[in-house]
């Protein structure tokens, strides 16, 4: 199975900072890959499908990047409510897996 | 509104069984595939098990193959994880969540419930 290795584990930044997430895969994926957002005592949420395409009712500072093996989540301006675990998910090969997660914290 | 409802968790001896289920709205549930997706306190994600729309195909984790199975009812609009031979490690919370497609074979989880908690514990 595909493994997903994100990075950094945990982020500490301030609002107003810029947010940088990595998520490298064991083998190609395509641009078949998510990311999900989990704020403390919530349910994933869907921010990024297919590497770059925002889900449903996302803002525009989330954006995704990344093909192949490499990708990254960008959070322009961080908020408050924006602190939170993120984990990426690709749906390329059997069986679908997560990565580990990274924890954006202030 | 998409609404996702699971119920069945508790705790439960290791080596006996606990059924799951969720009760889906606010959307057409035979028109999509079904996961369920585990979550071990204060770790990561791990995809359990998947279904197709018309319950024509599923699949497992290496981790429950052979003793979990998914099931729907899509006249009742809900989804069930039956579960046997639990183990410790078994130990998460269970979340029910929607595909964006009718084959739950490469998923993107658009939806979900807020989970019901498995303890596997004698």
């Known amino acids: 199975e595909i493994v997903l290795t994100q990075s950094p584990a945990t982020l500490s930044l301030s609002p107003g900072e810029r947010a940088t997430l990595s998520c490298r895969a064991s083998?190609?994926?395509?641009?078949?890959l998510a990311w999900y957002q989990q704020k403390p005592g919530q349910v994933p949420r869907l921010l990024i499908y297919?590497?770059?395409n925002r889900a449903t009712g996302i803002p525009p500072k989330f954006s995704g990047s990344g093909s192949g093996t490499l990708f990254t989540l960008t959070i322009s301006s961080l908020e408050p409510e924006d602190f939170a675990v993120y984990y990426c998910?690709?749906?390329?090969?059997?069986?679908?897996?997560f990565g580990g997660g990274t924890k954006v914290e202030i | 509104e998409v609404q996702l409802v699971e119920s069945g968790g508790g705790l439960v001896q290791p080596g006996r069984s606990l059924r799951l289920s969720c009760e889906a709205s606010?959307?057409?549930?035979?028109?999509?595939?079904m996961h369920w997706v585990r979550q071990a306190p204060g770790k990561g994600l791990e995809w359990v098990s998947g279904?197709?729309?018309?319950?024509?195909?599923?699949d497992y984790a290496a981790s429950v193959k052979g003793r979990f199975t998914i099931s729907r009812d899509n006249a009742k609009n809900s989804l069930h994880l039956q579960m046997t031979s639990l183990r410790a490690e078994d130990t998460a919370f269970y979340y029910c969540?929607?595909?964006?497609?009718?084959?739950?074979?490469?998923?993107?989880?658009?939806?979900w419930g807020q989970g019901t908690l498995v303890t596997v514990s004698s």
């Open positions: 969540a929607k595909d964006v497609s009718r084959s739950y074979f490469s998923p993107i989880f658009d939806n």
């Open positions: 606010g959307f057409s549930f035979d028109d999509y595939a």
């Open positions: 279904i197709s729309w018309n319950s024509g195909s599923a």
């Open positions: 083998q190609s994926v395509g641009s078949f």
């Open positions: 297919d590497a770059s």
């Open positions: 998910q690709q749906r390329s090969n059997w069986p679908p897996t």
